[in-house]
């Protein structure tokens, strides 16, 4: 069985500043990718980031970030110097090799506050 | 422009009236998969198709049936709505049934059964 938790379900924090959203997750699958998903206002998904078990290499992109750490099953998200355009509910995923299923997290909605 | 579509965006029913959601994707992608949304649950897969004429269950399939008859229509059938099953529904493709697939998500399908 595959599982991954958002604990945060809500988070605020005023434009500018910067905030981390975490995710852990369990798995049996040596072999696995995770993904972090946005979902705006407007309702649609969008991809953010796609990563292997087997790079733990962090990643950057922008004023985006993210973080894998597999000794303690966490890829956490972090955003630098955030906007009000950031304001959406982000969801992380997972799906080991041998599984055919995405299993999402619950997600965490996060406020950009002007 | 490569996409992922369903219709209808917005739906209204009452208990026990057979309704179809309907879904095509223009990618030529192998897989498919209808996810449910709920407050506080995140997305939950319902039924997935790794190609035509094969159909697998998700986590939550009780309610619903599914046909692949064509690479690019995958539609959601549910023959007895109950309330219940209000919520918001997801279409997603991706270009095979591989772990490493980038999901491609529709705009949703808001259905709400009175």
């Known amino acids: 069985a595959q599982k991954v938790t958002q604990a945060q379900t809500e988070i605020s924090v005023v434009e500018k500043e910067d905030v981390t959203l975490d995710c852990v997750y369990e798995?049996?699958?040596?072999?696995?990718?995770l993904f972090w998903y946005k979902q705006p206002p407007s309702g649609e998904l969008v991809f953010l980031i796609r990563?292997?078990?087997?790079?733990?290499q962090n990643e950057i992109s922008g004023r985006y970030s993210w973080n894998f750490q597999k000794s303690t099953s966490s890829f956490n998200f972090t955003i630098t110097a955030s906007q009000v355009v950031d304001s959406a509910v982000y969801f992380c995923?997972?799906?080991?090799?041998?599984?055919?299923?995405?299993?999402f997290g619950t997600g965490t909605r996060l406020t950009i506050i002007p | 422009e490569a996409q992922v579509t369903q219709n209808p965006r917005y739906l209204i029913t009452v208990t026990g009236k057979k309704l179809t959601v309907t879904c095509s994707q223009n990618?030529?992608?192998?897989?498919m998969s209808w996810y449910r949304q709920d407050p506080g649950l995140g997305l939950r897969q319902i039924y997935y198709?790794?190609?035509?004429?094969?159909?697998d269950k998700g986590d939550v399939p009780e309610g619903y049936k599914v046909s692949r008859k064509e690479k690019r229509n995958f539609p959601l059938i549910l023959e007895s709505p109950s309330p219940n099953q209000t919520s918001l529904y997801f279409c997603?493709?991706?270009?095979?049934?591989?772990?490493?697939?980038?999901?491609?998500f529709g705009p949703g399908t808001r259905l709400t059964v009175t």
């Open positions: 997603a493709s991706s270009l095979s049934g591989r772990p490493a697939d980038e999901q491609y």
């Open positions: 798995t049996r699958d040596t072999t696995y990718y």
């Open positions: 990563r292997n078990s087997f790079d733990e």
């Open positions: 995923a997972l799906r080991g090799f041998g599984n055919e299923k995405l299993t």
């Open positions: 990618m030529n992608h192998e897989y």
């Open positions: 198709s790794m190609n035509v004429e094969v159909t």
